[in-house]
């Protein structure tokens, strides 16, 4: 299929500065390439607010220029003017080598919005949400994931509906649509149907994940999180050595992967990589992935890891924050300032004032991957506590017990038996100790 030409369209309302506005439509120009969009122009207008006519006339003509159509929004027929332009616009489209084919808006837009729009310029035309949506929906590869997705793209969809008969046809999905059954209601009924089916399987599954979560529980845990692309899935690699997928794609990762640490370390420590966060996520999905960030949120430690060469990382650290917030997650941070092996001396030496708490690294560096992987095993060190143990010879069980889920200082074999000093967490000292009193020798 031949690459789809898009115009970037920015909008910028009074509440956002210059550099935002400029970063966030740079974002949505990765976002779609992440879908294998071509970018040809971007159109940029400085506005009070997004009305019905999303641009003002003049900007939405020059569109029109782009994409064909008359950029106005016809309410009555057309005047003989706005024709005659149309022509020579459409003459234009002829001669060009490869007209564009849908427009982006840099915003959230209303339905109506969307469908205005539409009839001004002609060709598709899809918001920032639509945009992300689709990239959820092409990267999600786990049952999980899959559902969540098309929960979120079939309400992003339905509503979309009502303005654009083409909507259903063009980005639907639905399915197994037959003859007379494209009225407008049907489709929508079928739509609330079909997300009450997906949240009935999602459900399900979440049944299935909450037992092996408990099974979990008792488990440490670290997760990572962070903005899109600031390297969490080659955190994930480095430290488990594990193969999840690594890519330089905005959310190249929606399904949480959990693997233990490697090299190995007692009490075993498990690290979860999961999906990351942009500017502006769509609220559905932030819903509909709600079980798969609970996993972060239950970690015992976060790793937040950012970009530190992407000159907006610190509106990312926002993000993330936020995003956190919303999901209720409280564990301890760690502050990962990734991919400094892009930056000068200079720029790493103003981090450090600036960050002077974080993890300065780089994934690529392998001694920087044995310092991270210390620095995590040292912040749950931090948390255990001491204590001494003697466990009798004929306990071996126990022996194992005690290597399995504590950090051993000292194993000494003496006549009663190997006297131990470990450290581990407050709980499981208790539940050792109980083992050994319910088998005293
Ligand atoms: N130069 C450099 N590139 C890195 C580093 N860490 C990751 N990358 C690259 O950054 C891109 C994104 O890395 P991922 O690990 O997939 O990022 P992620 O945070 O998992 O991204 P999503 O799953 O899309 O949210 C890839 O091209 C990586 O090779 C680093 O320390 N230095
Ligand atoms: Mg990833």
């Known amino acids: 299929m031949a690459k789809k030409r898009a115009v970037l369209v920015g909008v910028q309302t009074p509440d956002v500065s210059d ?9 949505l120009g990765r976002l779609a390439k992440t879908l294998g ?4 122009a971007e159109i940029t207008q400085k506005r009070k607010s997004i009305d019905a006519g999303v641009l003002g006339d003049g900007k939405r003509k020059e569109l029109a220029f782009y994409t064909g159509g008359t950029g106005v929004i016809a309410r009555g027929p057309a005047d003989q003017r706005l024709l005659q332009e149309e022509a020579a616009r459409e003459e234009m489209l002829e001669t060009a080598e490869h007209p564009v084919d849908m427009v982006i808006v840099d915003a959230e837009l209303a339905p109506k919005q969307i469908g ?6 002609e060709c598709e035309v899809t918001d ?10 092409r990267h999600a590869s786990s049952r999980e994931a899959r559902l969540q997705v098309e929960i979120a793209r079939l309400l992003y969809i339905a509503p979309r509906m009502r303005v ?11 399915g197994g649509k037959g003859a007379g059954e494209s009225s407008l209601e049907l489709d929508r009924r079928r739509i609330r149907d079909r997300v009450a089916e997906l949240r009935r399987e999602i459900a399900s599954i979440e049944g299935e994940r909450s037992v092996r979560r408990n099974r979990r529980q008792q488990t440490l845990r670290v997760a990572l999180v962070g903005y899109t692309n600031a390297g969490k899935s080659s955190w994930m690699r480095k430290l488990t050595t594990s193969s999840v997928l690594v890519e330089d794609k905005l959310f190249a990762t929606l399904d949480t992967t959990v693997r233990a640490m490697h090299p190995e ?3 075993r420590i498990l690290v979860s990589d999961t999906v990351g966060f942009i500017q502006r996520l769509p609220h559905d999905l932030v819903a509909s992935f709600r079980s798969t960030l609970d996993e972060a949120a239950e970690a015992s430690l976060l790793l937040h890891v950012v970009d530190a060469s992407d000159p907006a990382f610190e509106g990312q650290l926002q993000v993330t924050a936020e995003v956190l917030a919303e999901i209720d997650a409280t564990a301890p941070r760690l502050l990962v300032l990734n991919k400094v092996d892009q930056l000068d001396d200079a720029g790493r030496a103003d981090l450090r004032v600036r960050y002077p708490d974080a993890i300065q690294c780089s994934a690529l560096d392998a001694d920087d991957v044995k310092r991270v992987h210390g620095v995590i095993v040292k912040a749950f060190e931090d948390q255990f506590s001491p204590a001494s143990m003697i466990v009798p010879y004929d306990q071996s069980k126990l022996i194992g017990e005690v290597r399995r889920c504590a950090r051993v200082m000292s194993e000494v ?10 450290r581990a967490p407050e709980a499981d000292i208790a ?6 009193a319910r088998n005293p020798s």
């Open 164 to 174: 654009s008969g083409k909507a259903d046809r063009e980005q639907g999905g639905i």
């Open 413 to 422: 074999y003496e006549d009663d038996g190997v006297h131990y000093e470990i």
């Open 128 to 137: 920032r949400t639509g945009i992300i949506v689709e990239i959820f929906h």
């Open 37 to 40: 969009i071509e970018v040809v």
């Open 265 to 267: 370390v007692a009490p």
């Open 431 to 436: 539940r050792l100790q109980a083992l050994l």
């Open 116 to 121: 205005n729009l539409q009839r001004a310029v």
């Open 19 to 27: 550099a935002d506005a400029k970063s966030s439509l740079a974002e």
